[in-house]
């Protein structure tokens, strides 16, 4: 993990912000949001230094460490803190947010509100990952893998007991979503998602759709991803997108992001200036 601030004038709202199944430690998206007022810590999940290789199952307690770590920091103003996580990281972030203690604020960039593609651990609680079926996958002219169907219905059979018990949290969400997202159905988790919270008597989180936008909304300017290797089809998949609208929601998410975190974290509507 690796914990990004600005120096000086702390403490600064926190955030945890995580990736998805490319594993390793990105962490541009925590320097950038750093600049930007946070103390945020970009925490590697498996692929990385002493961590597993492969993705088979988590543990939870591993990142309520990450969590207890960030509310005892010298630089983190309390009392709760943010998580950030795109793809798997998004799922991983509903479960944390779920399950642990002490956070107030959860953005999700195209996640889903089912465990996906490895068991998860936590205390006695097991939580098994949505089923799949490669069969329905679609190989496009250009040899490149189209998943989107891949993944079953959470809503239905067995698979029930993969969708995370977000109605357990005390947070606040955000779900921002691509409609042309081809990882898998990003919109559908956001939307039922949003209908278990408010079945439980639990705050509509807040939800934002960019049409035309595909599956790697990052940081604005940078490049879209169409297509690449997913590690674990091992084949070039396509993760969805039209370059303009894509490009215009990266630039559009990245404020809604900060405004959320503004919002929940330091208690100051967006568009008051917050000194830095």
């Not at 926190?14 to 930007?36: F, K, Q, S, V």
């Not at 969590?67 to 991983?92: R, T």
């Not at 097991?126 to 089923?131: A, N, V």
């Not at 069969?135 to 239905?156: Q, T, Y």
Request: aromatic share 10%; with cysteine; charged share 20%.
């Amino acid at each position: 993990a690796v914990m990004w601030s600005l120096s000086g004038s702390g403490p600064f709202p926190g955030i945890i912000d995580l990736y998805g199944t490319g594993g390793g430690l990105p962490e541009y998206r925590a320097c950038l949001l750093a600049n930007h007022g946070f103390a945020v810590l970009a925490l590697a999940f498996y692929s990385y230094e002493d961590l597993p290789k492969g993705m088979k199952e988590f543990h939870l307690e591993y990142f309520e460490e990450a969590v207890n770590y960030m509310l005892q920091h010298a630089q983190v103003k309390g009392p709760g803190i943010g998580l950030l996580g795109h793809s798997k990281g998004g799922d991983l972030c509903v479960s944390m947010a779920s399950f642990l203690k002490g956070i107030t604020a959860t953005a999700l960039i195209n996640g889903s509100v089912a465990n996906v593609g490895a068991v998860l651990h936590y205390k006695d609680i097991t939580i098994p990952p949505l089923g799949t079926n490669t069969k329905r996958i679609k190989i496009g002219k250009s040899g490149i893998v189209d998943i989107i169907d891949v993944l079953n219905n959470p809503l239905e059979g067995p698979d029930q007991q993969s969708f995370i018990p977000l109605e357990k949290a005390e947070c606040c969400f955000l779900f921002i979503f691509g409609q042309d997202d081809h990882n898998w159905k990003s919109e559908f988790f956001a939307v039922e998602g949003s209908k278990r919270l408010q079945a439980h008597g639990k705050e509509k989180p807040e939800i934002v759709c960019y049409p035309g936008a595909g599956h790697y909304i990052e940081p604005p300017f940078f490049p879209m991803c169409a297509a690449s290797m997913h590690l674990l089809f091992g084949k070039p998949v396509m993760w969805g997108g039209e370059p303009k609208a894509h490009c215009e929601a990266q630039i559009d998410a990245w404020q809604q992001i900060q405004a959320f975190f503004r919002k929940h974290l330091t208690g100051k509507p967006s568009g008051t200036s917050s000194k830095l």
